[in-house]
């Protein structure tokens, strides 16, 4: 279809067009809030709680209680303050923008 000055479309965006509607954004993640989650699943292996246990109460999958517990348990609650970075590693330096 060539509604878009000549430049093809995917039936997709002809759709949304017809009806209005918008493409679903997936929500940002909120990176304190998966802190927190990361933080209070530290908490309950200190009180020797299981790893399903903590990955039914917190809503979290069996992996990521599995990985959680193996960062706790080689580095404590400091291992699961911080994820590291999200995302691709910046092309070229802060400096190089200026």
Known sequence: MYDNGG???SPQSA????TGAAKPVRPRRDFEAL???RLRAADMFRRDKSQAELARELGASAQSASLWYRAWSEGG?????????A????????????
């Open 15 to 18: 759709a949304t067009k017809k």
């Open 77 to 85: 609650r400091k291992a699961l303050a911080g994820a590291g970075r």
């Open 87 to 98: 995302g691709r590693l910046p092309r070229i330096a802060d400096q190089q923008l200026a």
């Open 7 to 9: 430049v093809a479309t």
């Open 35 to 37: 802190k927190r989650r």
